[in-house]
C-alpha cells in the first residue's frame, strides 16, 4: 500500500467535571488526512491555515514520532484537509493527530492497539497545548465516550446512549494562538478537598450515565465546581448562554474542552433549535455573534 486516507471526528473534552479525563466523540465535523509514501523526510500539504512544519503540526508531529518509534526510513507527504475549527475547544488538533496516527498504523499494517494508538495521538497535543493530554485524541481515535487513565496508561471506551443530542454555541471571538495553554494557565494549581468531592460524584454519575444509557443522569451531571468558574471570565456571557440553554431545556451545559464553545447536554425528545437560539441569545447579550451546531456521538475515526 502507498497511501491511505483517514477521516477523524472532533469531540468535546471534560465534560464539565471530567477534566483531562473524558472525552466525548461528536459527529459534527471531521479532519481528513492521506499518508502517502513519496519524496524524501516528511512533508506537509495543506491548503488550510495550518503549521506546515512537521514539529509544529499536530499531525506531522504523530507521524515524525510513529516513523522514529517503528524506524520508518521512506518519505511521507502527509495531506490535510482541516474542517474542525481551531481554536473553538472542539478537539481540532486532537483530530488531526488521531488520523494521523490511524493512518500510520494502517499504512505499516502495525496493527496496534487502542491505548497504543492514543499514545502516539496525544504526541500531537504537544504541538499545540505545550503538554501532553489524552481526552478529545482517545474520543477521535476510539469514538463514543471514553475515560483516560493515565497511570497505568488505558482508556475506556463506553458507547454512548442513542437519544443523547449535543447543542453547541461557537463565538465569533479572535482565540489566542495557543489558546489551550492560554486557558489552562488559569486554572488553580491546588483545589479544596471538598470541591473535588462534589466534581467526583459528579463525573462518577455521568460514568454511570453512560453505561446505564442514562441521558437525564448524564446531563444532570455535567457539573463542575473547579475548571468552569476559573475559565468562565474568558468566555463573553458565559453565565447568560448557560441560564439561557437551561431554560430552553438543556439538562447540562458547560465549556466545551478548554473553550469558548459552550456544550449542552440534550435528549433526543428535546427541542434543539430552541436550545440553539438560546445560546445565541446568551452570547448577542455579551454583543457575540454566534453560530450554533446540533450533533450527536461519532463512532471515531476510520479509513476511507
Ligand atoms: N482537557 C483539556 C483542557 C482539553 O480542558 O485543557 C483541551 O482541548
Redesign the pocket.
Known amino acids: 500500500m502507498k497511501s491511505v486516507r483517514v477521516k477523524a471526528p472532533c469531540s468535546t473534552?471534560?465534560l464539565g467535571p471530567g477534566?483531562?479525563v473524558f472525552g466525548l466523540a461528536l459527529d459534527a465535523f471531521y479532519d481528513e488526512i492521506q499518508l502517502i509514501k513519496k519524496g524524501d523526510g516528511i512533508i506537509i500539504e495543506s491548503s488550510d491555515p495550518i503549521p506546515l512544519e512537521p514539529g509544529k503540526n499536530s499531525a506531522g508531529l504523530v507521524v515524525k514520532e510513529m516513523a522514529k518509534k517503528f524506524r520508518i526510513k521512506d518519505g511521507l507527504c502527509l495531506k490535510i484537509k482541516k474542517n474542525v475549527p481551531a481554536g473553538f475547544?472542539m478537539?481540532s488538533s486532537?483530530s488531526s493527530a488521531a488520523a494521523a496516527a490511524v493512518a500510520f498504523n494502517a499504512l505499516y499494517n502495525l496493527n496496534l492497539d487502542s491505548n497504543l494508538l492514543v499514545q502516539f495521538a496525544g504526541m500531537g497535543e504537544r504541538a499545540s497545548?505545550g503538554s501532553v493530554?489524552y481526552?478529545?485524541v482517545a474520543a477521535s481515535v476510539l469514538g463514543g465516550f471514553v475515560i483516560v487513565r493515565t497511570n497505568p496508561f488505558s482508556v475506556i471506551k463506553v458507547e454512548p446512549p442513542k437519544d443523547l443530542v449535543l447543542c453547541i454555541a461557537i463565538p465569533k471571538i479572535e482565540v489566542p494562538q495557543k489558546k489551550?495553554k492560554v486557558?489552562?494557565s488559569v486554572l488553580p494549581k491546588e483545589v479544596k478537598l471538598s470541591d473535588h468531592v462534589k466534581n467526583l460524584s459528579n463525573a462518577a454519575a455521568i460514568t454511570a450515565g453512560f453505561i446505564k444509557k442514562d441521558v437525564e443522569l448524564i446531563g444532570h451531571s455535567i457539573s463542575d465546581i473547579i475548571?468552569e468558574p476559573a475559565r468562565k471570565h474568558l468566555i463573553p456571557g458565559f453565565d447568560k448562554v448557560k441560564t439561557n440553554a437551561l431554560k430552553a431545556g438543556a439538562l447540562g451545559v458547560t465549556i466545551s474542552?478548554?473553550g469558548p464553545s459552550v456544550i449542552s447536554f440534550a435528549s433526543t425528545s428535546t427541542d434543539s433549535s430552541k436550545i440553539c437560539k438560546a445560546m445565541e441569545k446568551g452570547f448577542a447579550s455579551a454583543k457575540i455573534k454566534s453560530t450554533t451546531i446540533v450533533c450527536k456521538p461519532s463512532k471515531g475515526a476510520f479509513v476511507f
Open positions: 473534552a471534560n477534566f483531562d475547544g478537539g486532537a497545548a493530554h481526552d478529545n489551550t486557558s489552562r475548571v474542552g478548554a
